[in-house]
């Protein structure tokens, strides 16, 4: 089985804190998403990469970088965090993109509070 | 653009009932992959039924089956029997090749006792 975790379930930061979100995957796949989620809205891609050291934007980055440095870790950061970032953030991953019947693992979430 | 489209926010349904969850889907291409996702509380999105847009058989996975109607692009998916356990968020979502997933806005599900 896929296996994805998220370093917190919970978080909670002041704004203009650095925040760091973390995940790891423990299947070798190549690419790794970051969503967030907010009611009315679905999940909306911030950024994915899909080898280490490579990184794209999604459609929402503005506020967001990543890294990648592990196949294994994929890091979304909030430079410094607003309370508009208040969210849940979903890390997911897939084998491979070209493949359209590849689902996507989730990891369980992490639910942000910005003060 | 792709874009789903699912027009309940909410519904309801009693316990043992059929419900239908509504999804629309846009695209340009003939080739992509139609998936149903459940978020229950917890937060972690489990995955349900996958359509690919070729296939000319309804998907079914035990009591979840999709109603795919191609022309009208639908996706529509079916959970047979509620149990209080579907009680969930429930997302459609669509990928072509070499595209990311696009998901809808979701449907908050609630089976009633």
């Known amino acids: 089985d896929v296996k994805v975790t998220q370093s917190s379930r919970y978080l909670v930061k002041r704004t203009g804190e650095k925040v760091f979100l973390e995940c790891v995957q423990d299947?070798?796949?190549?690419?790794m998403f970051w969503y967030r989620q907010d009611p009315g809205l679905g999940l909306r891609l911030i950024y994915f990469s899909y080898d280490v050291k490579m990184k794209e934007k999604g459609d929402i980055p503005e506020g967001y970088s990543v890294s990648r440095e592990k196949k294994e870790r994929f890091s979304l950061i909030l430079e410094s965090a607003s309370t508009n970032q208040t969210s849940m953030y979903l890390c997911?991953?897939?084998?491979?993109?070209?493949?359209?019947?590849?689902?996507?693992?989730f990891g369980p979430g992490t639910r942000l509070l910005v003060l | 653009a792709q874009k789903i489209t699912q027009t309940q926010p909410g519904m309801f349904v009693q316990e043992k009932e059929a419900v239908t969850l509504d999804c629309t889907y846009d695209?340009?291409?003939?080739?992509?992959?139609l998936f149903w996702y459940k978020q229950p509380s917890s937060g972690e999105m489990i995955f349900l039924i996958y359509q690919g847009s070729y296939d000319e058989q309804n998907a079914t996975e035990g009591r979840y089956s999709l109603n795919f109607q191609k022309a009208r692009k639908s996706a529509n998916l079916v959970i047979s029997a509620s149990q209080l356990g579907d009680s969930a968020m429930y997302f459609c979502?669509?990928?072509?090749?070499?595209?990311?997933?696009?998901f809808g806005a979701g449907t908050r599900l609630t089976v009633k006792p």
């Open positions: 695209t340009s291409d003939q080739s992509y992959g």
């Open positions: 979502a669509m990928r072509e090749p070499w595209n990311d997933m696009r």
């Open positions: 299947m070798d796949h190549e690419n």
């Open positions: 997911a991953t897939t084998k491979a993109r070209a493949i359209r019947q590849e689902t996507q693992y």
